[in-house]
């Protein structure tokens, strides 16, 4: 009798891509401490990513793609997150700007984009201003018209690999009305060098500083015309859940062979730890399933996606934490110390919360919609 597949599993016609992101993943994990220290971008692990042909796979199929489920997407952030965060952070904004920059363009221009990231090229995701907080898709900057466009001067924060990107999404007021733009990069943008962050170290998310910069009339976007789930939204969630997934293994793995010397029981069989590893581990198990509904929502078009996006994103925001908190608590003063894994991943956990919308706004719309009369 054969095994029934699972609703919201990726489809079993992409299953290879789960298997080959998950080999790769294990060179990934190897060297994860090593950026984090240096606060490199681990560029080779985007262009080994991209050599498999993962990138050209998530394109939509009229531009030569797979039409990536969001089901396999999901799970690949979590894989490579979980080996990673850093790389699948960058991944997830390159994916986001490149595919989104392929489907809000008209149709050459799409293609031209298309054709970019299928090349190699490098893309990344300036939506963010220093004083718009998570109304990244509500811009504040105005874009004044010139010959052949718009000119911004203005900034973007959390431009995550931006010193290697060959096109950027950026977004501006025109008339008014916020309008998404691809821009390459010039000699009127400037990277400053402010990045000094507790967590995701290695994803390089600088602040851009846009100085009379032309947002060209042909690289504008016009306004959508259908719903379309966005997968930086999608990958949020997941990406807190792969940090959640490296910390429960951390924890185990200390658990197992630490053993109290009074005792001489490993700490594993502690019911103080039992219990509360089985709190943790149930809660990210109910995180992971319902970010699988809400990636199956996004390959249904479904307008159920957005409000499932930010219950997914508190879910996974909320188990990273606690499950990294444990993990430090159980490793103590060794969980500590630089050289463990432990304390890189409590420090990356922290930073899917702080993420637009943030786990404060996104608890905000939940319980307005809980609390207030429907319209």
């Known amino acids: 009798m054969t095994e029934p597949v699972h609703p919201f599993a990726p489809p079993t016609h992409e299953r290879h891509w789960i298997d080959i992101v998950t080999e790769l993943a294990k060179d990934f994990a190897a060297s994860a401490a090593e950026f984090d220290e240096s606060a490199e971008l681990p560029i080779a692990h985007l262009r080994a990513l991209h050599a498999t042909g993962l990138d050209r796979a998530m394109l939509p199929a009229e531009f030569g793609g797979e039409d990536l489920?969001?089901?396999?997407?999901?799970?690949i952030v979590r894989i490579l997150s979980a080996a990673c965060s850093s790389t699948a952070c960058v991944w997830v904004m390159h994916i986001g700007a490149a595919v989104g920059l392929a489907r809000l363009s008209?149709?050459?221009?799409?293609?031209?984009?298309?054709?970019?990231l299928i090349g190699g090229k490098r893309f990344a995701n300036a939506l963010s201003e220093p004083s718009s907080g998570n109304m990244f898709l509500m811009p504040q900057q105005t874009a004044e018209p010139v010959d052949g466009g718009y000119r911004l001067t203005g900034a973007k924060r959390f431009v995550s690999?931006?010193?290697?990107?060959?096109h950027f999404l950026v977004n501006a007021l025109v008339g008014d009305v916020p309008t998404f733009f691809g821009v390459a990069p010039d000699d009127t943008m400037t990277f400053v060098p402010i990045w000094d962050t507790m967590g995701l170290r290695a994803?390089?998310?600088?602040?851009?500083?846009f100085e009379g910069t032309v947002l060209r009339e042909d690289r504008r976007c016009p306004p959508s015309t259908e719903r379309r789930p966005n997968h930086i939204g999608a990958g949020l969630a997941f990406l807190s859940l792969g940090i959640a997934d490296a910390a429960e293994d951390a924890l185990v793995a200390h658990a197992r062979s630490r053993v109290i010397p009074v005792t001489g029981q490993p700490l594993a069989e502690m019911q103080w730890l039992q219990f509360e590893a089985a709190d943790v581990h149930t809660r990210l198990e109910a995180a992971r399933m319902y970010s699988r509904h809400m990636a199956w929502l996004a390959d249904q078009n479904s307008a159920e996606f957005l409000p499932a996006t930010m219950m997914a994103k508190v879910l996974a925001n909320d188990i990273a934490r606690d499950v990294a908190q444990l993990a430090l608590k159980a490793g103590g003063g060794s969980g500590f110390l630089r050289t463990s894994p432990i304390q890189r991943l409590f420090r990356d956990a922290q930073a899917g919360g702080l993420m637009?919308?943030?786990?404060?706004?996104?608890?905000?719309?939940?319980?307005?919609?809980?609390?207030?009369?429907?319209d």
């Open 356 to 374: 637009a919308y943030s786990a404060e706004v996104c608890k905000d719309r939940i319980g307005k919609t809980v609390l207030l009369p429907r």
């Open 203 to 209: 994803s390089r998310s600088q602040l851009v500083s």
């Open 106 to 116: 008209v149709s050459d221009v799409g293609r031209f984009y298309a054709e970019e």
């Open 69 to 75: 489920s969001y089901r396999t997407y999901g799970e």
């Open 161 to 166: 690999g931006c010193e290697v990107a060959d």
